[in-house]
């Protein structure tokens, strides 16, 4: 069946550094969302991409569509402490409604 | 203008038990998905709902059952509940099914 798979699955980083978290399918996918939860909460809705080779921005948060549309890429520049949460890739494939999630990258922030 | 709205927020069954949990979806939102979240992983999903009927279906067991309401509110039943169902379980709306989804604080199942 559809998998997505992300990587890595913990990252720590210093205040202030850049962080990256990438999303690979085993199929092509229609499109692509990325999510972030916050400790104790729930899934909260960034962005979608569309497009083969899609890049949009979002202050200091830069998501990327691969030309291929299996993999996505989300980067984090100068990380805050607001920024601390699990990140989750989402992606749907061409004729399906169902939306399959990744384990998500757990990010921590070290002030 | 309020979002999606679960209930119960927490909920104890023991094995073998049912239950029923609850979603209101946000206003202007005509489709409800499922997911079931276990600590530390991923949103798994259940089911998803559209115009009263379950469009697609996820790796549950028919345990798991859903109905949509034509006020778009929905219901997921759970039968003969495990203790691996155990979970967080987020209802998520969205205009059509290709946008992104408002999600619920979910219900925090536990089973004993």
């Known amino acids: 069946g559809q998998q997505v798979m992300q990587i890595p699955q913990y990252q720590h980083v210093q205040e202030g550094e850049d962080f990256t978290t990438y999303c690979n399918s085993s199929t092509t996918l229609s499109n692509i969302q990325w999510y972030k939860q916050r400790p104790g909460g729930h899934p909260v809705f960034l962005i979608q991409?569309?497009?083969?080779?899609e890049v949009k921005k979002q202050k200091r948060l830069t998501f990327q569509f691969g030309e291929a549309k299996k993999n996505s890429s989300l980067h984090i520049t100068a990380t805050q402490t607001t920024d601390v949460g699990t990140y989750f890739c989402a992606g749907r494939k061409g004729g399906s409604e169902k939306l399959v999630f990744g384990k998500g990258t757990k990010l921590t922030v070290n002030p | 203008d309020a979002g999606v709205t679960q209930s119960p927020t927490h909920l104890i069954k023991t094995r073998g038990q049912q239950v029923t949990l609850r979603c209101s979806p946000k206003s202007g939102h005509d489709t409800v998905s499922w997911y079931q979240q276990a600590l530390g992983q991923g949103p798994q999903f259940i089911f998803q709902y559209y115009e009263e009927e379950e469009r697609q279906r996820g790796n549950f067991p028919d345990r798991f059952s859903g109905h949509q309401f034509p006020n778009y509110s929905s219901e997921l039943n759970v039968n003969a509940l495990l203790l691996g169902d155990s979970a967080l379980y987020l209802c998520a709306s969205s205009l059509r099914a290709n946008y992104g989804y408002t999600f619920g604080s979910g219900t925090r199942l536990t089973v004993v």
């Open positions: 991409l569309v497009k083969s080779g």
